[in-house]
T-cell receptor, first 115, second 115 residues
Framework: GAGVSQSPSNKVTEKGKDVELRCDPI?????LYWYRQSLGQGLEFLIY????????KSGLPSDRFSAERTGGSVSTLTIQRTQQEDSAVYLC?????????????FGPGTRLTVL | AQTVTQSQPEMSVQEAETVTLSCTYD???????LFWYKQPPSRQMILVIR??????QNATENRFSVNFQKAAKSFSLKISDSQLGDAAMYFC????????????FGTGTRLAVRP
């Protein structure tokens, strides 16, 4: 079946503008994760959704970042008033259910460039 | 907090030879999982191999194997019979239930394969 998809693939924006990044997880996967990969760095956890539970927002770097997951499926990561340090690749992953054993399947990411 | 360290930013191997990528981690937990992910230029993270901390036997997946030293908190990846398609970024990652199922990544090792 289809894997995790993300859109857009690339996004260029001007400093101060808002952006929305979309993630479509694998059908039936209840857990969804967002990570950020800055140039030359590993992946940094941002937020985690599991079913109808309150999301784990502990990785969000500032209140300019927010995310929602509608109907337990599609998720949108919103960055308000973008800054140049927000430039990174934003990766989404999903897994069948929570649990450390369950594999996280990653999407191809969205490369965000803030000018 | 858990940390993952990859001390080799870049590695190079001759095609058909063997290469070992290093990873160390820091945790006070006893129940956790360790992973190696491959990230080709397409950006999509691909799970290579995983190891459960409670298992003493080192995991193996075809040409990929790990050397898991729990006491030393070391988790190296060995790639045998290297192929041109193995060229990519490799990330070591840690995951535990108490850390909320999220993955904690190292900064990665870029592997080049010489023909």
């Amino acid at each position: 079946g289809a894997g995790v998809s993300q859109s857009p693939s690339n996004k260029v924006t001007e400093k101060g503008k808002d952006v929305e990044l979309r993630c479509d997880p694998i059908s039936g996967h209840t857990a969804l994760y967002w990570y950020r990969q800055s140039l030359g760095q590993g992946l940094e956890f941002l937020i985690y959704f599991q079913g109808n539970s309150a999301p784990d927002k502990s990785g969000l770097p500032s209140d300019r970042f927010s995310a929602e997951r509608t109907g337990g499926s599609v998720s949108t990561l919103t960055i308000q008033r973008t800054q140049q340090e927000d430039s990174a690749v934003y990766l989404c992953a999903s897994s069948l259910s929570p649990g450390v054993y369950n594999e996280q399947f990653f999407g191809p990411g969205t490369r965000l460039t803030v000018l | 907090a858990q940390t993952v360290t990859q001390s080799q930013p870049e590695m190079s191997v001759q095609e058909a030879e063997t290469v070992t990528l290093s990873c160390t981690y820091d945790t006070s937990e006893s129940d956790y999982y360790l992973f190696w992910y491959k990230q080709p230029p397409s950006r999509q993270m691909i799970l290579v191999i995983r190891q459960e901390a409670y298992k003493q036997q080192n995991a193996t997946e075809n040409r990929f194997s790990v050397n898991f030293q729990k006491a030393a908190k070391s988790f190296s990846l060995k790639i045998s019979d290297s192929q041109l398609g193995d060229a990519a970024m490799y990330f070591c990652a840690y995951r535990s239930k108490s850390s909320g199922d999220k993955l904690t990544f190292g900064t990665g090792t870029r592997l080049a394969v010489r023909p």
